[in-house]
């Protein structure tokens, strides 16, 4: 397997992050945003260019238990080694991002040395539930200036959606102080994200539970997203081609209206405070002085194809699983970096039959809610 580096295919399109105003760090964000999707087109219309954006799935090991979550949790021999993911990075361009996430990529036993071979390298992101940090941790990543985003998954004040305690909760809301304070003192760019699944359970405080981090915590930024829409999406069990192209349904929210009306109150919260928030899937905007007005679709239990854009991010982002499987979104394995190189699998016969498929359908009834869905005919904020 080739550990050859990759040089830049992109150095010069980057945007200059100088320029941006008011609450740069949450432009920052969607400036990355736009560059990824700027990537997106370009790498569509490539040939053998590799992604710019991986996530590397550390572990299924976690130490909470989510009533939504799709994964195993149970400890497999297969599972990628440290010498593994070191080997893969390697062959990661240097005008990448990676984002390691798990289950708990904290609980990961060689996190510390894979998020400081990454970061020396190229641009890192993290996402966690957040009950493993500690100050010594957080000193740890923030001496890290290519460390650009700590996201942590909660969704509801005390975080007891995700069965978090008391204590645990004390000690989180403690480590976030901690961690902008550190933020501030070593004038790091590092921005604290904040990701809330909407759910029935919390659909009444969605609104209270964005105030809450602005105000009470200081966050960033805040992204709400919606249950996904199809267990092959980012899932750690391997399907087949053939069943990306197959009808499942939803869950569909008993709380819809509400959830509405409790976005729509972050939106005008956002305008008067010029703060920012994302849905998840994009389909509409939290930060224009309007009111919501096209998500209905993403309470249908099943996909309406016809009003969103052709996907093309299969060709930017990859995933790479705790086992070593890559897949683009949908979990169906292109090969494993542990028996093939990078640049092998992003160019293989497995990936040319999905980018085949995708670019002939556009998008497929296993996309339904993915985040990465585009409206058509509406340009977004």
Same mark, same amino acid.
């Given at each position: 397997m080739s550990n050859m580096k990759i040089t830049s295919a992109h150095k010069g399109d980057s945007i200059n992050e100088n320029t941006l105003t008011g609450d740069s760090v949450a432009q920052k964000k969607e400036a990355f945003h736009d560059k990824h999707e700027q990537f997106t087109e370009k790498a569509y219309n490539a040939t053998n260019l590799l992604p710019d954006r991986y996530v590397l799935v550390l572990t299924n090991l976690?130490?909470? &238990?989510? /009533?939504? /979550?799709f994964q195993k949790k149970? %400890? &497999?021999?297969?599972? =990628?080694?440290? +010498?593994?993911?070191?080997?893969l990075v390697d062959q990661i361009p240097d005008y990448? &991002?990676? +984002? $390691?996430c798990g289950g708990e990529p904290l609980l990961f036993s060689g996190f510390r040395e894979i998020f400081s071979y990454i970061a020396e390298r190229v641009d890192c992101n993290i996402i966690s539930n957040g009950i493993l940090l500690n100050e010594e941790t957080i000193d740890y990543l923030l001496s890290f200036p290519n460390f650009k985003v700590l996201s942590l998954s909660i969704d509801n004040i005390g975080n007891t $959606?995700?069965?978090v305690t008391f204590s645990q909760w004390e000690h989180l #809301? #403690? =480590?976030l102080k901690y961690f902008l304070e550190k933020r501030s003192n070593l004038h790091s760019d590092c921005i604290l994200d904040i990701k809330t699944m909407i759910l029935d359970e919390n659909a009444d405080e969605l609104f209270e539970i964005y105030k809450y981090f602005v105000e009470e915590i200081g966050v960033d930024t805040h992204a709400f997203q919606f249950l996904k829409g199809s267990p092959i999406q980012h899932a750690d069990y391997m399907y087949e081609l053939k069943n990306i192209s197959e009808k499942s349904e939803a869950q569909v929210y008993k709380k819809f209206d509400l959830i509405k009306e409790q976005l729509d109150r972050v939106r005008s919260y956002n305008v008067q405070r010029r703060k920012f928030s994302f849905l998840h899937p994009k389909l509409d905007s939290l930060v224009l002085d309007r009111p919501l007005s096209n998500i209905d679709c993403l309470n249908n239990p099943y996909y309406i #194809?016809? @009003?969103? *854009? %052709? /996907? #093309?991010f %299969?060709? *930017?982002?990859?995933? @790479?699983?705790?086992?070593?499987? $890559?897949? %683009? /979104?949908?979990?169906? *394995? =292109?090969?494993?970096?542990?028996e093939e190189c990078l640049s092998a699998i992003i160019n293989g016969d497995e990936f040319k039959k999905f980018k085949d $498929? @995708? &670019?002939q359908e556009g998008t497929v009834d296993a996309c339904n809610r993915c985040g990465w869905l585009r409206p058509k005919d509406k340009v977004m904020a």
């Open positions: 976690c130490n909470l &238990r989510c /009533c939504f /979550c149970n %400890p &497999r021999n297969d599972a =990628m080694r440290l +010498t593994d993911w070191k080997r990448a &991002r990676v +984002t $390691l $959606l995700r069965d #809301k #403690k =480590m #194809k016809e @009003i969103y *854009s %052709p /996907c #093309k %299969p060709w *930017s982002s990859v995933h @790479i699983n705790f086992d070593g499987n $890559l897949f %683009p /979104c949908l979990a169906v *394995s =292109m090969g494993n970096v542990k $498929l @995708i &670019r």
